[in-house]
């Protein structure tokens, strides 16, 4: 009961991945060898591309040179299928939380407009028949599996499941995104930002919820400027000197926002102007 139904987690693989922008590479020559449940740790400084390639392994962006392999998916020609059987939480731009909203709100919204039409036709089209009640109360306990899979206590809120998301402190926040992207059941879910403005505390605790969530349930890729210990480390710091072939790339340079931080941490997520122009160039779906 603890637990949210997911299908079986996914290996993540990648070679020589790389995406250009219109300024330049978002991150090129990076390695993936992940196996199905593994906890992933995208480390690298703010401006990076960390979340360029956490949308381009889950489907999200075309990528430029390089092969990727999500399960028995191959991107860039199955992009659309990776994209089925992944999600997102907590990516700015892209899996914002309305602020006006409740958490309730957020949560039930999300159950009653999950994917109906992931296995036959017949079966999704009876889904979609059953009587009111049954469709809210199979929303209401999948609500209740993911909530408890990523330990947000109702309860404890200020107000219960009324608490506006502006009220959320970040923390809750984080988990009521990932509840979100959970209840979709994915094979890999991706998480932005996920040390961004938290204590050493607080940090701690969220690895120990990722590392639980990629125990028992999708493979995990976190995008994080420090990762922990035990994680597969793929890396979009450029190499000492490393230069674009052809010509200046500020897309990989630290952001100078986070610069200057007591723990080297950055205080802000991935460049979104260099995010912006690679999604113009690439696409997003």
Do not use: Y
């Amino acid at each position: 009961m603890g637990e949210p139904e997911t299908a079986a987690a996914v290996a993540v693989g990648a070679a020589g991945f790389g995406l250009k922008g219109p300024r330049g590479w978002v991150f090129r020559g990076v390695d993936v060898d992940a196996g199905p449940g593994t906890l992933v740790a995208v480390e690298g400084p703010s401006g990076s591309g960390r979340t360029c390639l956490l949308l381009a392994l889950t489907g999200r962006m075309k990528p430029s040179e390089g092969r990727a392999t999500v399960g028995p998916f191959h991107l860039p020609r199955q992009m659309s299928a990776v994209r089925a059987i992944s999600a997102l939480a907590h990516v700015p731009g892209v899996t914002d939380l309305e602020p006006a909203l409740t958490v309730g709100e957020h949560l039930l919204e999300r159950a009653l407009l999950r994917r109906r039409f992931t296995g036959p036709l017949r079966d999704s089209l009876r889904a979609l028949l059953r009587p009111r009640a049954e469709r809210l109360a199979e929303a209401r306990g999948r609500v209740d599996r993911v909530l408890a899979a990523v330990g947000l206590d109702l309860t404890a809120l200020p107000k219960g499941a009324r608490t506006a998301v502006r009220d959320l402190e970040r923390l809750e926040a984080l988990r009521l995104s990932l509840a979100l992207a959970l209840v979709d059941e994915p094979r890999l879910l991706a998480v932005d930002d996920t040390d961004l403005k938290l204590s050493e505390a607080e940090r701690t605790e969220v690895w120990a919820l990722l590392r639980s969530l990629a125990d028992s349930g999708p493979t995990v890729l976190a995008v994080c400027s420090r990762a922990p210990e035990g994680a597969v480390v793929v890396s979009t710091r450029p190499a000492p000197g490393e230069a674009d072939p052809d010509g200046p790339d500020d897309a990989g340079a630290p952001d100078a926002r986070g610069a200057g931080t007591p723990d080297g941490d950055e205080d802000d997520h991935d460049d979104g102007k260099e995010t912006a122009d690679a999604l113009a160039e690439t696409g997003r779906a």
